[in-house]
């Protein structure tokens, strides 16, 4: 699913109306949530829990019957997420100044205030029942009621038209492509479009895939079988790598490295959320490419990925680790991978970079995504276990600081035999030296052996390391012709 949040404006009354409305159906999901759980540890089937929500706040007037089944749904959603019951609508953070004083009843009540949400539903005209997108700037929101209740009460109709600001670039593309989808008259030709509304943003949910003409749409290869790429997730670096095995996909000897790139996020201390997010697409767009180049049908990562947490003393090691979450790379992978053709395969990463590191001669973090592609190509040929086989005088070939003292019987050992001797076997990170030549916009591999290239417009933090090759590329060669590169 894709997400796309607009900044609105609306009058003084249609934005009291919308106000009312998020008052009683954060009421409705936290109740929802309250009542999701039984006292016996049984969950209450979602038609009971949704009676028991209409009942309370049906009286209100303003909720219709999809608007209260919306907030079932997500009460008992976030009721999973928390199943003890101890979450706090409006942040901890907010509770704890509420409860000191530092902030007002008025103002802690309206941090308790959830989006007004509407799940789509393609059976109601433009894909969904309470929020219609009219076209790229305009929003209404329909809220029908029962006068008298009944089939036979009249309807009274409360509406609140929400004017969008005018999005450019593939935002505005995929808008005014959904607003026309929208517009179908047919139930076939429609999509299920949800709809989450704040003080300041529309957020448009809807599924990519049913957008023929999506502007990040690519044009499918013809996968080689026992190809992948792999990606190793790291708080600074991002390693790619393009592994090949066609013979034994259990042995490291077989599998071969094609092409590795590693990337340096270098995020700065107050990077914004839409920075992280806009840099993190450039990494999927340089993994896509890279994966369609050598005509990979698959992309595979670590399984178990979730946001990084770190609490130390260490300031710099707090940032590197909070600033971003993996789940959001891994989630924007897979949209974009889908709308290219290339399915995203999840493998379990155990001792990646201990045998990444030990067999492939590459940096550290390609190295072991080196290992997590070969993981895949395992997983796709069928084989239960992804560990590559340990066989006699392995190690001893692959270490490249000489002989171990023993042979190990089991990856496990060799990962902590080496870890207990305190070994150094991670391969450097190359790097730009402070001050190089041209490091701030093309580096060349005078300076660590790789091309080094910007991650994409000069505002986004971030470099892309590649070996260099023999034939410079476009840019290096600009810059030699102004005899700037010797």
């Keep these: 699913m894709q997400t796309i949040s607009v900044p609105y404006h609306c009058s003084d009354e249609h934005h009291s109306f919308l106000d009312d409305l998020r008052r009683v159906q954060s009421a409705a999901i936290r109740t929802a949530y309250a009542n999701a759980l039984n006292a016996d540890g049984s969950r209450p089937k979602e038609m009971n829990l949704r009676n028991l929500v209409k009942a309370r706040f049906a009286q209100e007037g303003l909720l219709d019957s999809w608007a209260i089944h919306c907030a079932t749904k997500l009460g008992m959603w976030k009721r999973k997420l928390s199943p003890a019951g101890t979450a706090i609508f409006g942040g901890r953070a907010e509770f704890e100044r509420r409860r000191k004083g530092l902030i007002t009843r008025d103002e802690w009540q309206r941090r308790r205030l959830h989006p007004f949400v509407s799940f789509g539903d393609r059976q109601k005209a433009r894909g969904n029942q309470n929020i219609h997108l009219i076209d790229e700037t305009t929003v209404v929101v329909k809220i029908g009621r029962k006068e008298s209740g009944g089939r036979s009460g009249k309807t009274v109709t409360r509406t609140a038209v929400l004017h969008l600001a005018r999005m450019t670039g593939n935002r505005g593309i995929i808008l005014r492509q959904l607003a026309e989808i929208c517009g179908n008259k047919a139930e076939a030709d429609r999509v299920n479009v949800s709809f989450s509304i704040n ?70 201390k107050d990077s914004s959320a839409e920075l992280v997010r806009e840099t993190l697409a450039a990494v999927c767009d340089r993994a896509i490419s890279m994966a369609r180049k050598h005509r990979c049908g698959t992309i595979v990562v670590e399984k178990g990925l979730g946001k990084l947490r770190s609490s130390g003393r260490s300031r710099s090691l707090n940032r590197l680790l909070n600033y971003w979450a993996r789940t959001v790379l891994v989630q924007m992978l897979q949209r974009r991978a889908r709308l290219a053709g290339i399915e995203v395969l999840e493998v379990w990463a155990g001792y990646s970079s201990t045998i990444g590191n030990l067999a492939f001669d590459a940096p550290d973090a390609c190295a072991s995504a080196t290992e997590i592609a070969r993981r895949g190509i395992a997983c796709l040929a069928g084989m239960k276990d992804v560990l590559p086989v340990l066989e006699e005088g392995c190690v001893s070939r692959l270490w490249k600081n000489g002989k171990v003292p023993v042979e190990l019987g089991s990856w496990q050992d060799v990962h902590r035999t080496i870890k207990a001797a305190k070994i150094g076997y991670r391969r450097p990170h190359p790097d730009v030296p402070l001050g190089a030549l041209g490091s701030d916009v093309h580096g060349t591999r005078m300076f660590c052996g790789h091309a080094v290239v910007r991650l994409g417009r000069r505002h986004r933090p971030g470099l892309l390391f590649r070996l260099a090759s023999h034939k410079s590329d476009a840019a290096v060669r600009t810059f030699a012709q102004r005899g700037r590169v010797a």
């Excluded at 997730?233 to 094609?258: C, M, Q, R, Y």
């Design 199 to 268: 003080d300041t943003h529309v957020s448009v949910t809807f599924d990519p895939a049913d957008l023929p003409n999506h502007p990040q749409r690519r044009r499918p290869v013809v996968p080689i079988k026992g190809r992948c790429l792999g990606i190793d997730l790291n708080p600074n670096w991002i390693g790619l790598a393009v592994a090949a095995n066609t013979k034994d996909p259990s042995s490291v000897e077989d599998t071969s490295l094609l092409e590795h790139a590693l990337v340096k996020l270098d995020m700065p």
